[in-house]
T-cell receptor, first 113, second 114 residues
C-alpha cells in the first residue's frame, strides 16, 4: 500500500484551464503539505493543513486553492493555468506530535502548454 | 527565517570511493534536520533524520550524517559509493513547533563513474 499517493502522475493541459491534483495518505497523519519543485529542482512549501485546518499559506497566487475534505486528503485546485505553473507538485504528510519525518508522494508533473 | 545551503551543485565520484555531501543551515533554535534522495522521475525518499540526541545518525543504504551545532552543518557521508547512489540529494531543515514545514537546500546532483 502506497503511504502517500497523488493523482494524476502526469498532467498536460492548456493555458487558461482549471485542473486539480488529488492527494491521499493512509498513515493516519494529522498534517499534510503541498510543495512545488521548479525546473531547477528547487523545492518550496506552498500550503499546510493540520486536522483539516489551513496553517501555512505561503506567497502563492490565489489561483491556487487547497482543500482538505478530511485529514487523510489534501487536494490542490489551480485556476486559469499559466505557463509558469509548470512544475512538479509534491504532497507530503507527517504527524506533528511525533519525531517523524515528512513522507512524500511520487509527485505530479504538471505541464502547461 | 530558516535557510539551507548546499554548496556543491554537482559531485562526481568513482564507484567504491567515499562520499561527503555538504549542508549548512541557518535556524534560530535547535533544528530538525533531514537528508532526502530523489531519483529521476521519483518522489523524495528519506535517507536519515536528526531530531535530538546522538549527533551521528545512521540512515538507510549505508549513509550517515553528523550534526555539528558549532558549524551549523549536517554533512552526509558514505564510505563506499555504489552506482545506484546516483541521484539528487536534498538537505532540509524543519521548523520546530508550528507546522514543521521543510526548507530545502538547492540539492546536489551525484554522478557515479564506473
Amino acid at each position: 500500500d502506497t503511504a502517500v499517493s497523488q493523482t494524476p502522475k502526469y498532467l498536460v493541459t492548456q493555458m487558461g484551464n482549471d485542473k486539480s491534483i488529488k492527494c491521499e495518505q493512509n498513515l493516519g497523519h494529522d498534517t499534510m503539505y503541498w510543495y512545488k519543485q521548479d525546473s531547477k529542482k528547487f523545492l518550496k512549501i506552498m500550503f499546510s493543513y493540520n486536522n483539516k485546518e489551513l496553517i501555512i499559506n505561503e506567497t502563492v497566487p490565489n489561483r491556487f486553492s487547497p482543500k482538505s475534505p478530511d485529514k487523510a486528503h489534501l487536494n490542490l485546485h489551480i485556476n486559469s493555468l499559466e505557463l509558469g505553473d509548470s512544475a512538479v507538485y509534491f504532497c507530503a504528510s507527517t504527524q506533528l506530535d511525533r519525531n517523524t519525518e515528512a513522507f512524500f508522494g511520487q509527485g505530479t508533473r504538471l505541464t502547461v502548454v | 527565517a530558516q535557510s539551507v545551503t548546499q554548496p556543491d551543485i554537482h559531485i562526481t565520484v568513482s564507484e567504491g570511493a567515499s562520499l561527503e555531501l555538504r549542508c549548512n543551515y541557518s535556524y534560530g533554535a535547535t533544528p530538525y534536520l533531514f537528508w532526502y534522495v530523489q531519483s529521476p522521475g521519483q518522489g523524495l525518499q528519506l535517507l536519515l533524520k536528526y531530531f535530538s540526541g546522538d549527533t551521528l545518525v545512521q540512515g538507510i543504504k549505508g549513509f550517515e550524517a553528523e550534526f555539528k551545532r558549532s558549524q551549523s552543518s549536517f554533512n552526509l557521508r558514505k564510505p563506499s559509493v555504489h552506482w545506484s547512489d546516483a541521484a539528487e540529494y536534498f538537505c532540509a531543515v524543519g521548523a520546530s513547533g508550528s507546522a514543521r514545514q521543510l526548507t530545502f537546500g538547492s540539492g546536489t546532483q551525484l554522478t557515479v563513474l564506473p
